[in-house]
């Protein structure tokens, strides 16, 4: 038995993508867990991500409301890139901003259960693909800031989701009828003129693979601490999500701060 803080799974692009939960000294591969019955308990105890004070409820990921409403990794802009003003000097932290936000940002195409458009810090990639569980992804325009990202985000989703329906996302597979090149090219026709100077001209198509044994039917999410424990055979992991055989799933980054106790 291991103890510690649910957090986002720290993900490397293998094939399959390897996933592992770092929680202070404890260090677990999760894929060598598949096939295998675990059982996760929560303590009761949550905290803070960023101060560690005991909670009742977390914010956002993991956070108090002080550390919610005044850290600047939860400005509305981090959801709404384009809201973002730190391009304009206005931001809660402009050292962090400069850092995060003031940086080269791609806007790009992938699939999880549906074609969706989305934006990340050029830094980020690949890893921001491999939370959401994407099949294939494409970087699409090169931008240098978060604001123009989210410009050409709003733009896009008149011809594209830019949100995932996790449960379809779960039962997904390789698709056989998308091909995100085309969609790529395609894309460049309906920018308008303003925004076709950000376009990346080279083709650099990614592909994942998930480590699942196969995709069961979503019956139940699990929500710690309300549920208390999740019990069973675990059949893989996809995007943060633990998948269990009989249909239970799990995330485990919207769960961050909760503490529990890893059976295996």
């Given at each position: ?150 410009v050409c985000e709003v733009f896009l989703k008149q011809f594209y989701a ?103």
């Amino acid at each position: 038995m291991v103890k510690g803080y649910l957090c986002k799974l720290t993900a490397t692009p293998c094939r399959p993508v390897d996933y592992e939960w770092i929680s202070g000294n404890v260090h677990v591969k999760f894929n060598s867990l598949i096939g295998k019955r675990i059982s996760i308990k929560a303590t009761g105890n949550i905290r803070c991500v960023a101060c560690e004070a005991a909670l009742s409820k977390t914010y956002g990921e993991g956070f108090c409301w002080n550390c919610f409403s005044a850290l600047p990794q939860n400005e509305a802009c981090v959801l709404r890139p384009e809201l973002c003003k730190a391009h304009l000097g206005i931001a809660r932290d402009m050292v962090w901003a400069e850092a995060n936000h003031i940086q080269p940002h791609i806007v790009y195409l992938s699939y999880t259960n549906t074609i969706k458009v989305g934006v990340t810090r050029e830094t980020q990639i690949p890893i921001r693909w491999l939370d959401q569980g994407a099949i294939c992804a494409i970087p699409v325009l090169r931008v240098p800031n978060r604001y123009i990202a989210g410009v050409c985000e709003v733009f896009l989703k008149q011809f594209y989701a830019d949100k995932t329906d996790f449960r379809k996302m779960l039962l997904e597979k390789f698709p056989t009828d998308v091909n995100l090149i085309n969609e790529k090219h395609n894309l460049l026709t309906l920018l308008p003129s303003e925004l076709q100077q950000y376009y990346i001209d080279e083709d650099l198509l990614n592909t994942f693979l998930y480590q699942v044994k196969y995709y069961p039917y979503i019956t139940k999410v699990i929500n710690l601490p309300g549920d208390e424990m999740v019990e069973g055979v675990l059949s893989g992991i996809k995007g943060q999500y633990l998948l269990f055989e009989h249909g239970a799933a799990m995330n485990m980054r919207s769960q961050t701060g909760v503490e529990i106790e890893l059976y295996y």
